[in-house]
């Protein structure tokens, strides 16, 4: 019901009992990522939909058994409990309608699952226009992104090099009987994801969990700079600080961490606090530097700038596959604005021979290589850097259909390296 209504699963999943939480959400995150599938087989066991309660619970069911070979209960027995759910819940008026339609769906499956093949949101389990842009944007590739977007992201690692190696934690992990890859140069991906409190030395700061894809952007930012005494940088749009602890911890910089939500702010602190790190955390618009720059920072250009700018998330539907189902087309435009306002904002700030590192973790070329070519049309003071660019989400060993991906899982990210020309 949450989603329907455009609320994210985070609220709703956050309000399950502690110990019934995981199972809750791997149920409901199954669940999303079949959730088109599930619709048009709803459509065609009932045209007209019941109230929404009665609807989300159908097609949270029908998503959970329609392939059988993957459910993660027997048939009978989740069609069971959903008839049990709709009885004692807001859907109870609808129990006996629910129980018709799944034990029809059981009896036909095969004819039914066939008929919505010819719908392409079934099919691929995204909304029409996101699978329309991505075929404008990926002509060669856009189904192995559709593909890599329903599977399960795995958890990966960032290990704290101030503070032990990739190969010690590696060891650690394997003395509690969990196998990790490394990936990257600080990166390792658990073969078994697990809570974070039974990471060793967790609590102690030796390690995060952050995607491979993002732990690209410290490096590439401070490449050549780590050593440059008095290094100052910005990162804008920092929370939850993931970014803000890996520049720190890959140098001795100092960082400005910006966030407009002071709530978010403080879990920039909470970050760097258990990673024994410290940064100035500054809760304001970053696209307004006048009403924080000159106090906070006394107007002094910074040498290197991270702005890791909001957008649609389209690169991380594997982690949040309600983001999908959230998105509206007009956000991708309306995002487009925001960002190109915060490159303009931030772009004076930069010190002539610094770098600014743009970045979002989204697919769609809009929010990437489309933003910067206009930014770069618009400043002639700015040079493109060699940079990734566009990485589609990739799971394992999916390195075939996005020859240019850094080897690894990952999830879909784009950056741009600029450098500011001296006049």
């Not at 759910?85 to 129990?95: C, D, F, I, T, Y």
């Not at 955390?281 to 307004?288: L, M, P």
């Not at 991270?306 to 957008?311: F, K, M, S, T």
């Not at 010190?351 to 929010?367: D, I, N, P, Q």
Request: glycine residues 6%; hydrophobic residues 45%.
């Amino acid at each position: 019901m949450a989603i329907g209504a455009g609320q994210s699963s985070t609220p709703a999943l956050e309000a399950v009992a502690g110990p019934l939480r995981p199972a809750a959400q791997a149920l409901a995150y199954h669940g999303l990522r079949q959730w088109g599938r599930a619709q048009a087989l709803r459509s065609l066991l009932a045209p007209r939909p019941p109230p929404p309660a009665a609807d989300a619970l159908l097609c949270l069911a029908l998503a959970l058994i329609w392939r059988e070979e993957a459910a993660p209960y027997e048939s009978f027995t989740l069609v069971d409990q959903a008839v049990e759910a709709a009885k004692r819940g807001p859907a109870r008026a609808q129990a006996s309608f629910i129980n018709a339609c799944l034990r029809r769906f059981l009896r036909e499956r095969s004819a039914l699952v066939q008929r919505s093949d010819a719908d392409p949101v079934a099919r691929w389990n995204h909304p029409r226009w996101w699978i329309a842009r991505l075929q404008r944007d990926y002509p060669q590739s856009w189904e192995s992104i559709l593909q890599a977007n329903n599977e399960q992201a795995p958890m990966s690692l960032r290990v704290n090099v101030r503070k032990t190696s990739v190969a010690r934690y590696q060891a650690s992990l394997a003395s509690v009987h969990k196998a990790a890859t490394p990936v990257g140069a600080s990166g390792l991906v658990l073969e078994q994801a697990c809570a974070v409190a039974a990471l060793p030395g967790f609590d102690q700061g030796l390690v995060s969990v952050q995607d491979g894809a993002a732990q690209l952007a410290a490096a590439l930012l401070l490449q050549g700079l780590e050593q440059r005494p008095d290094l100052n940088v910005l990162d804008a749009c920092a929370a939850p600080g993931g970014k803000t602890a890996h520049l720190l911890e890959l140098s001795a910089a100092r960082v400005t961490a910006l966030d407009l939500d002071p709530a978010r702010c403080e879990r920039i602190h909470q970050t760097l606090q258990r990673l024994g790190l410290s940064a100035q955390v500054i809760a304001a618009d970053a696209a307004r530097p006048d009403s924080w720059w000159p106090q906070q920072c006394q107007s002094e250009p910074f040498d290197a700038i991270l702005l890791d700018a909001p957008c649609t998330a389209s690169g991380i539907v594997r982690r949040h596959p309600d983001v999908r189902w959230l998105r509206r087309e007009s956000d991708v435009a309306q995002l487009a604005t925001t960002q190109a306002r915060l490159l303009e904002a931030l772009w004076p700030l930069l010190k002539a021979g610094g770098r600014l590192l743009y970045c979002t973790c989204s697919v769609f070329h809009a929010e990437g290589q489309d933003q910067i070519q206009t930014f770069l049309g618009r400043h002639s003071d700015a040079q493109l850097r060699p940079s990734p660019g566009h990485l589609a989400p990739q799971n394992g060993g999916n390195t075939s259909s996005v020859p240019d991906n850094a080897q690894g899982d990952h999830d879909g990210f784009f950056f741009a390296l600029l450098e500011k020309r001296a006049p």
